[in-house]
């Protein structure tokens, strides 16, 4: 007899694609109507499992095993990007959802804003594992629209709730099941991916400052053009990078915003924001190196003032090493020759909490590598294939 309940794992999984659905996909962006509706839906299936469920004051539901342990805590978020894919997130939760329905000793968590609708990010996981202030509460505006996150709490009926906070103590690890995002599976002709890491982000901002003036009047020797001197640093950074970078590095930018942005003005100022991953710290301190030179170099060159800031830096998270062993065993027993190791190139809220405990992560294939758009899809046979690979590492991680 199956451990899994495959065919209720996919019941459940497509029942909550149906709060907020949009085209093939869904819309429930942090704290709104839908997001909160799938968080109340969510705590009935957990109660149908037998634990005790409730929603905490920052958002996230939180589903509690009755038993005695050793625990696990499985989980991932159920809040999406905007106009977006109906797994990224949702998949390990339900997941979460059917371990849990199979009689395991897990806990089940959906943490709240993982996808950074609002300043900071990752509000659930932080939270939970004490590290999110109330001055950071205070702070935080959503990205969407400036909507400061208290009132965001407020319209969504949980102002005044008590937030939970993890006791590492009562588990053994954390599983967290989640589409690759990414085509690396699906090339290889495979169906599971046993995650080794998760990669740190450090995330930057440049300006440049130039001088703003008439775009017919000023000769093209005259020009302090902050626009002009954005497009070279980005080529030269795009240039040199590989230079410095490893094998599965990637930097992106994310923004290019010129002052004042008419049509017939030469830009004052740019602004960019910018990023670059890798799972290897000492790769990523080579990046920066690399960043700063180019910088440097464009200060040299240029008439523009160009100016680097750091906006964050987050550290990579390895995956522990008995959790990996027991997703391969368990891969290696349902999908023989049809799985790999390797790297997460996206954040996710493991990466917070393995500050406090053991964390593994099981990859599914993403068709056609397609992810935060509402066509993110993942065939039924892989999504059933890797919940029970999930549920075969968990009881054996249990039980060694």
Same mark, same amino acid.
């Given at each position: 007899?199956?451990?899994? %309940? $495959?065919?209720?794992?996919?019941?459940?999984?497509?029942?909550?694609?149906?709060?907020?659905?949009?085209?093939?996909?869904?819309?429930?962006?942090?704290?709104?109507?839908?997001?909160?509706?799938?968080?109340?839906?969510?705590?009935?299936?957990?109660?149908?499992?037998?634990?005790? &469920?409730?929603?905490?004051?920052?958002?996230?539901?939180?589903?509690?095993?009755?038993?005695?342990?050793?625990?696990?805590?499985?989980?991932?978020?159920?809040?999406?990007?905007?106009?977006?894919?109906?797994? %990224?997130?949702?998949?390990?939760?339900?997941?979460? +959802?059917?371990? @849990?329905?199979?009689?395991?000793?897990?806990?089940? !968590? @959906?943490?709240?804003?993982?996808?950074?609708?609002?300043?900071?990010?990752?509000?659930?996981?932080?939270?939970?594992?004490?590290? =999110?202030?109330? *001055?950071?509460? %205070?702070?935080? #505006?959503?990205?969407?629209?400036?909507?400061?996150?208290?009132?965001?709490?407020?319209?969504?009926?949980?102002?005044?709730?008590?937030?939970?906070?993890?006791?590492?103590?009562?588990?053994?690890?954390?599983? /967290?099941?989640?589409?690759?995002?990414?085509?690396? =599976? *699906?090339?290889?002709?495979?169906?599971?991916?046993? +995650?080794?890491?998760?990669?740190?982000?450090?995330?930057?901002?440049?300006?440049?400052?130039?001088?703003?003036?008439?775009?017919?009047?000023?000769?093209?020797?005259?020009?302090?053009?902050?626009?002009?001197? !954005?497009? #070279?640093?980005?080529?030269?950074?795009?240039?040199?990078?590989?230079?410095?970078?490893?094998?599965?590095?990637?930097?992106?930018?994310?923004?290019? +915003?010129?002052?004042?942005?008419?049509?017939?003005?030469?830009?004052?100022?740019?602004?960019?924001?910018?990023?670059?991953?890798?799972?290897?710290?000492?790769?990523?301190?080579?990046?920066?190196?690399?960043?700063?030179?180019?910088?440097? /170099?464009?200060?040299?060159?240029? #008439?523009?003032?160009?100016?680097?800031?750091?906006?964050?830096?987050?550290?990579? !998270?390895?995956? *522990?090493?008995?959790?990996?062993? @027991?997703?391969? &065993?368990?891969?290696?027993?349902?999908?023989?020759?049809?799985?790999?190791?390797?790297?997460?190139?996206?954040?996710?809220?493991?990466?917070?909490? &393995?500050? +406090?405990?053991?964390?593994?992560?099981?990859?599914?294939?993403?068709?056609?590598?397609?992810?935060?758009?509402?066509?993110? %899809? $993942?065939?039924?046979?892989?999504?059933?294939?890797?919940?029970?690979?999930?549920?075969?590492?968990?009881?054996?991680?249990? *039980?060694?």
């Amino acid at each position: 007899m199956k451990l899994i %309940d $495959t065919a209720r794992f996919l019941k459940d999984l497509n029942e909550l694609r149906q709060i907020g659905q949009y085209k093939t996909g869904v819309h429930r962006p942090t704290y709104s109507p839908q997001d909160m509706e799938s968080r109340r839906w969510l705590v009935a299936r957990l109660e149908e499992c037998g634990l005790e &469920a409730e929603i905490d004051g920052i958002g996230n539901v939180f589903g509690r095993h009755k038993g005695s342990g050793p625990h696990l805590l499985a989980g991932s978020h159920i809040e999406s990007q905007n106009y977006a894919g109906w797994l %990224d997130g949702a998949l390990g939760v339900m997941a979460g +959802v059917a371990l @849990a329905r199979a009689g395991l000793p897990v806990d089940v !968590a @959906a943490f709240a804003d993982e996808e950074g609708h609002f300043e900071g990010g990752f509000l659930g996981s932080k939270s939970l594992i004490g590290i =999110l202030s109330e *001055e950071e509460i %205070d702070r935080s #505006r959503s990205r969407n629209d400036g909507q400061p996150l208290r009132e965001a709490l407020a319209a969504a009926g949980l102002a005044g709730k008590p937030r939970l906070q993890l006791d590492p103590s009562r588990y053994k690890g954390f599983f /967290e099941m989640h589409i690759e995002q990414g085509t690396q =599976l *699906e090339n290889a002709g495979l169906r599971a991916g046993v +995650v080794t890491g998760i990669v740190a982000i450090w995330q930057w901002r440049i300006t440049i400052e130039g001088m703003q003036d008439h775009a017919g009047g000023t000769t093209m020797a005259e020009r302090r053009d902050a626009g002009l001197t !954005a497009v #070279r640093l980005l080529a030269m950074i795009d240039q040199e990078m590989p230079k410095a970078c490893g094998p599965r590095s990637v930097w992106t930018t994310g923004r290019i +915003v010129l002052d004042p942005g008419a049509p017939s003005i030469i830009p004052g100022g740019a602004d960019i924001l910018f990023q670059f991953r890798d799972i290897d710290v000492p790769t990523l301190e080579r990046m920066e190196d690399c960043l700063r030179r180019c910088v440097q /170099e464009m200060n040299r060159r240029e #008439r523009c003032t160009v100016t680097l800031h750091n906006v964050s830096k987050s550290l990579p !998270a390895l995956c *522990e090493p008995k959790m990996m062993a @027991a997703l391969d &065993a368990a891969a290696e027993k349902l999908a023989p020759g049809k799985w790999q190791r390797m790297p997460s190139g996206a954040g996710h809220d493991a990466q917070y909490i &393995a500050r +406090v405990m053991p964390v593994a992560m099981l990859f599914t294939p993403s068709i056609k590598g397609i992810s935060h758009h509402w066509a993110e %899809d $993942t065939k039924e046979e892989d999504l059933a294939l890797c919940c029970e690979i999930l549920g075969e590492a968990a009881k054996s991680y249990l *039980e060694g």
